[in-house]
């Protein structure tokens, strides 16, 4: 294993750390936790909101932590979802007295965590909701999920629930802004590699020279076919129909696209899949609105992308627009 670390087992607490050395001008470790927040959370007046999961996927989600954006996030280990203890320092460092949404994928471990957090929080006299995030057309019922996994299409979620918050909207109004971007994405990735998680010291899995697995999760879960490697516009037209195929697209709709990449995918190769993405989208009926390219949601080291695509109404495009300052998303 070739990594730039010390003691495999402190990543993640080295690397809180070092964000917050880097960025100390706009995020904050919350005492002895794991949880990264706003400097100046809670934010009078707004309703808090909160994500997280397991690290290795940075930017997610401590990277989304700012104006328009989360105002905490949790870190749990690498690959494995944060303690419930942990999760409620998260909420009460977001909590202002105006509610607090909890944006959570759709992992086994996510949803039980965040939602005992919630009930220890409420019982603090916090008022907690939440919504689960489950974009990912791939598979359904995969390793440690029931249902559809939540993946890229996430951070479409935190900017426009983040947007949503800090208009000033109630805590009701923010879930439904959150709840109809869910409604609205879907996504689909593909690897070339595994990944390495630095505890283990070698990857989890293999996948041979000339070979990529279509539909493989964020944590290398098992996708829905291993193949022979393709052709840039191959691999689009296979994400693509498959994200179309769900019917939540059609003709004469406004979307967004996120073509994001899995930690060791270059940029040159992700315009590439993003010229194909871009044309068949465009063959389909649709018109592109807005696209973002690059890093949004790792998995470590592994080589791979997804493609992510939101329907837009008026209210989704607006709150798109809205200013956001954190560290992986600006506009």
Do not use: W
């Given at each position: 294993?070739k990594?730039?670390?010390?003691?495999?087992?402190?990543?993640?607490q080295?690397m809180?750390l070092g964000?917050?050395?880097?960025?100390?001008?706009?995020?904050?470790?919350?005492?002895?936790?794991?949880?990264?927040?706003?400097?100046?959370?809670?934010?009078?007046?707004?309703?808090?909101?909160?994500?997280?999961?397991?690290s290795?996927?940075?930017?997610?989600?401590?990277?989304?932590v700012?104006?328009g954006?989360l105002?905490?996030?949790?870190?749990?280990?690498?690959?494995?979802?944060?303690?419930?203890?942990?999760?409620?320092?998260?909420?009460?460092?977001?909590d202002?007295g105006?509610?607090?949404?909890?944006?959570?994928?759709n992992?086994?471990?996510d949803?039980?965590n965040?939602?005992?957090?919630?009930?220890?929080a409420?019982?603090?006299?916090?008022?907690?909701?939440?919504?689960?995030?489950?974009?990912d057309?791939?598979?359904?019922?995969?390793?440690?999920?029931?249902?559809?996994r939540?993946?890229?299409?996430?951070?479409?979620?935190?900017?426009?629930?983040?947007?949503?918050?800090?208009?000033?909207?109630?805590l009701?109004?923010?879930?439904?802004?959150?709840?109809k971007?869910?409604s609205?994405?879907?996504?689909?990735g593909?690897a070339?590699t595994?990944?390495?998680?630095?505890?283990?010291?070698?990857?989890?899995?293999?996948?041979?020279?000339?070979e990529?697995?279509?539909?493989?999760g964020?944590h290398?879960?098992?996708?829905?076919?291993?193949?022979?490697?393709?052709?840039?516009?191959?691999?689009?037209?296979?994400?693509v129909?498959?994200?179309?195929?769900d019917?939540?697209h059609?003709?004469?709709?406004?979307?967004?696209?996120?073509?994001?990449?899995?930690?060791s995918?270059?940029l040159?190769?992700?315009?590439?899949?993003?010229?194909?993405v871009?044309?068949?989208?465009?063959?389909?009926?649709?018109?592109?609105?807005?696209?973002?390219?690059?890093?949004?949601?790792?998995?470590?080291?592994?080589?791979?992308?997804s493609?992510?695509?939101?329907?837009?109404?008026?209210?989704?495009?607006?709150?798109?627009d809205?200013?956001?300052?954190?560290?992986?998303?600006?506009?």
């Amino acid at each position: 294993m070739k990594k730039i670390v010390n003691d495999p087992n402190e990543v993640v607490q080295e690397m809180i750390l070092g964000m917050v050395a880097a960025h100390g001008d706009r995020l904050k470790q919350v005492p002895d936790s794991t949880v990264l927040a706003r400097v100046q959370s809670p934010v009078k007046g707004k309703v808090g909101l909160v994500s997280g999961g397991g690290s290795g996927h940075e930017p997610s989600h401590a990277g989304y932590v700012g104006k328009g954006m989360l105002d905490a996030a949790v870190c749990g280990s690498v690959f494995t979802s944060p303690t419930p203890d942990q999760v409620l320092e998260g909420i009460k460092a977001a909590d202002s007295g105006s509610g607090v949404l909890l944006i959570i994928k759709n992992y086994t471990g996510d949803v039980m965590n965040f939602e005992m957090a919630a009930e220890l929080a409420e019982i603090e006299g916090v008022t907690v909701d939440k919504v689960v995030v489950n974009d990912d057309v791939a598979v359904e019922d995969s390793t440690f999920t029931t249902g559809r996994r939540g993946i890229a299409g996430t951070v479409f979620v935190h900017k426009i629930a983040g947007a949503k918050a800090e208009s000033g909207a109630s805590l009701s109004e923010v879930k439904a802004a959150a709840e109809k971007a869910i409604s609205n994405v879907r996504s689909m990735g593909m690897a070339l590699t595994s990944c390495t998680i630095p505890a283990a010291g070698k990857p989890g899995f293999e996948i041979g020279e000339n070979e990529m697995e279509v539909g493989m999760g964020i944590h290398g879960e098992p996708g829905i076919a291993r193949t022979e490697i393709q052709s840039a516009d191959e691999i689009a037209s296979v994400l693509v129909e498959k994200i179309l195929d769900d019917g939540v697209h059609t003709s004469g709709d406004e979307v967004a696209v996120m073509i994001n990449g899995l930690g060791s995918t270059p940029l040159m190769e992700l315009y590439i899949l993003n010229l194909k993405v871009n044309g068949l989208l465009k063959e389909k009926g649709l018109s592109i609105y807005k696209t973002f390219v690059g890093e949004y949601m790792t998995a470590i080291d592994m080589a791979g992308c997804s493609v992510s695509v939101l329907k837009l109404d008026e209210e989704l495009k607006e709150l798109l627009d809205s200013p956001s300052d954190t560290l992986g998303f600006r506009i």
